[in-house]
């Protein structure tokens, strides 16, 4: 069979997979929409299309034809052969076509994640990504994107649909340079480039708010930076990097009371983390103690003190520090905690030693 007749066969079959696993709902205007029906109510009807959701009038809806368990259930093997013919013929293009086009239905087909991840391995290994590793670890970036670009343009992964595997990796190989520059210098201009133009080619690639968002704090663009590092902790809320550098963009913007509000929202093994680093404990010892100050001028006497402690946690106790803990305390009335301050002993400053990489994707 031709190239050009497999790809019609291709395209055909997964027409026929979207079609059998959606619902299907005809307009009075005759036209209809294929689609996957995930809410209903008295006066319209919420119908999944690809990525988007339609809101229909029940007013327009002439029918609705919803899938059966025995159609989806019947596709479902046919997909699955589909899948392991593809697999069994090396035909690592079309698997993972054919796969993706599975999942745009059922994001969770288990058959079709397992062979959409074995058609990407074979892929980049086609690519050669093996030696575009050995360019990466010598730090020849240029080199590596020039000769994956080259690569993909020579495969003609760029007409098909499993071109997405080649934009990931040359969009991992441009975030990877952006990582590199910011690591080496203060320069903002070519790190944030680098980070749009992984971007582009895809949008999806992880890392990407976190780079990005470190390009624009380099910049000072803080309302940029704190947008695209919040996304970046959402997405992975226990890596404390991120949220060390979302912390330090907040205290640049002079958001005390975000900073505390990140810090203490923040998984119990923050705590831990943060003892690690310097300009993390001085960052989280400002902001409680400029919230404790305020809140003393407020006349918030018990929450002023509460907050202060807080502030003595991360502050080094040094005979300057104990020495305004205990006029601070002697300002709110707590005479008490005051005293126990005068008598405690200073310690000496707490050099932990900071760790060999700044923390951010790990």
């Known amino acids: 069979m031709s190239r050009l007749l497999r790809s019609i066969g291709i395209a055909i079959w997964m027409g026929a997979v979207a079609a059998a696993l959606g619902d299907l709902v005809t307009l009075?205007?005759?036209?209809?929409?294929?689609?996957?029906?995930?809410?209903?109510?008295?006066?319209?009807?919420?119908?999944?299309?690809?990525?988007?959701?339609?809101?229909?009038?029940?007013s327009k809806v002439v029918s609705i034809s919803k899938t059966s368990a025995a159609s989806a259930s019947a596709t479902s093997t046919i997909s699955i052969e589909r899948l392991q013919d593809l697999e069994w013929k090396g035909d690592w293009l079309a698997l993972y076509e054919v796969a993706a086009a599975i999942l745009a239905v059922e994001t969770s087909h288990p058959v079709a994640l397992d062979k959409q991840k074995a058609a990407t391995l074979k892929?980049?290994?086609?690519?050669?990504?093996?030696?575009?590793?050995?360019?990466?670890?010598?730090?020849?970036?240029?080199?590596?994107?020039?000769?994956?670009?080259?690569?993909?343009?020579?495969?003609?992964?760029?007409?098909?649909?499993?071109?997405?595997?080649?934009?990931?990796?040359?969009?991992?190989?441009?975030?990877?340079?952006?990582?590199?520059?910011?690591?080496?210098?203060?320069?903002?201009?070519?790190?944030?480039?680098?980070?749009?133009?992984?971007?582009?080619?895809?949008p999806t690639t992880p890392g990407l708010d976190y780079l990005e968002g470190m390009a624009q704090m380099r910049l000072r663009n803080l309302d940029l930076a704190a947008g695209l590092l919040e996304r970046a902790l959402r997405a992975d809320p226990h890596n404390f990097g991120v949220l060390m550098q979302l912390m330090q963009c907040y205290r640049a913007k002079g958001d005390h009371a975000r900073v505390a509000m990140l810090y203490e929202a923040a998984p119990k093994d923050a705590d831990a983390a943060a003892e690690r680093w310097p300009e993390v404990r001085e960052t989280l010892a400002e902001a409680f103690l400029q919230i404790a100050a305020r809140l003393a001028r407020e006349g918030k006497a018990a929450e002023a003190g509460a907050v202060y402690e807080k502030y003595l946690?991360?502050?080094?106790?040094?005979?300057?520090?104990?020495?305004?803990?205990?006029?601070?305390?002697?300002?709110?009335?707590d005479r008490e905690r005051a005293r126990a301050l005068?008598?405690?002993?200073?310690?000496?400053?707490?050099?932990?030693?900071?760790?060999?990489?700044?923390?951010?994707?790990q």
């Open 313 to 333: 946690k991360f502050a080094d106790p040094t005979p300057d520090v104990l020495r305004d803990a205990a006029a601070f305390y002697e300002q709110i009335g």
């Open 123 to 202: 892929i980049r290994e086609a690519l050669g990504m093996a030696q575009i590793a050995e360019l990466v670890r010598g730090r020849k970036f240029d080199d590596a994107i020039t000769t994956l670009t080259e690569r993909i343009r020579l495969s003609g992964l760029s007409s098909r649909p499993a071109g997405a595997v080649g934009r990931r990796a040359l969009a991992e190989l441009y975030l990877g340079r952006a990582e590199y520059r910011l690591r080496q210098s203060g320069e903002g201009h070519g790190p944030l480039a680098d980070a749009r133009k992984a971007r582009e080619l895809d």
């Open 28 to 58: 009075d205007s005759g036209k209809t929409i294929e689609g996957t029906i995930v809410g209903e109510s008295e006066s319209a009807l919420q119908v999944r299309v690809g990525a988007a959701t339609v809101t229909v009038p029940r």
């Open 342 to 361: 005068r008598g405690q002993k200073t310690a000496a400053p707490q050099t932990a030693e900071r760790p060999s990489a700044p923390p951010g994707r």
